[in-house]
Nanobody, 117 residues
């Protein structure tokens, strides 16, 4: 059974930091690409940051320079370090992994991040 379990969400003031973590089980994590998405109320889900199995990284324009994605294949985790948070970053953040060849996708249940002004 594949499971993605996120943690680290919460309430933070603007300008603050949070670190999200996702533990992945049930797959060979090292060969999967991993991403963080977010969805704010009334908006579509958007890509926040991605890290490939080759450790290449990609960020959404709105978070470049503020967020950092990383992975630890030995622990099957993918983390998102978020700094200089803004109220516009308020959303449910989802962990996502995709198999080689983009055949299978798995999602976590989401963790709420709320940034107060």
């Amino acid at each position: 059974q594949v499971q993605l379990v996120e943690s680290g969400g919460g309430l933070v003031q603007a300008g603050g930091s949070l670190r999200l973590s996702c533990i992945v089980s049930g797959v060979t994590f090292s060969i999967y690409d991993a991403d963080w998405y977010r969805q704010a109320p009334g908006k579509e889900r958007e890509l926040v940051a991605a890290i490939g199995s080759d450790r290449s990284v990609n960020y959404g324009n709105s978070v470049k320079g503020r967020f950092t994605i990383s992975r630890d294949n030995s622990k099957s985790t993918v983390d998102l370090q978020m700094s200089s948070l803004e109220p516009e970053d308020t959303a449910v953040y989802y962990c996502h992994v995709v198999s080689p060849g983009n055949y299978v996708h798995y999602w976590g249940q989401g963790t709420q991040v709320t940034v107060s002004s």
